[in-house]
């Protein structure tokens, strides 16, 4: 059986992560490292995500994946 991850190992991870201090974890929403949760990015706002893949897997806000894919699209088309 897993071990439960307290919210304060999860938000001390999240802090080491990639994230840094910038992704903050809504403590209210958080229910355990495997259910999802929300989280605050600094530019897009909130989103709900499992804490361990913002936290091990580097998975960010959704319109900033959409907005990274568009500049790296964007590039591609441009070099051709």
């Known amino acids: 059986m897993p071990r439960k991850v307290s919210l304060e ?3 001390e991870r999240l802090r080491n ?3 840094g201090k910038k992704v903050l974890l809504i ?3 958080y229910e355990g490292f495997s259910k999802k949760c929300q ?8 989103w ?13 806000h959704p319109k900033r994946k959409a907005e990274k894919s568009k500049t790296t699209h964007a590039f591609w088309c441009s070099a051709k």
Do not use: N, R
């Open 39 to 46: 989280f605050v990015d600094p530019v897009y706002g909130i």
């Open 48 to 60: 709900e995500a499992i804490p361990y893949c913002v936290i091990v897997c580097c998975t960010s």
């Open 27 to 29: 403590e209210e929403s």
């Open 17 to 19: 992560s990639k994230h």
């Open 9 to 11: 190992q999860a938000k």
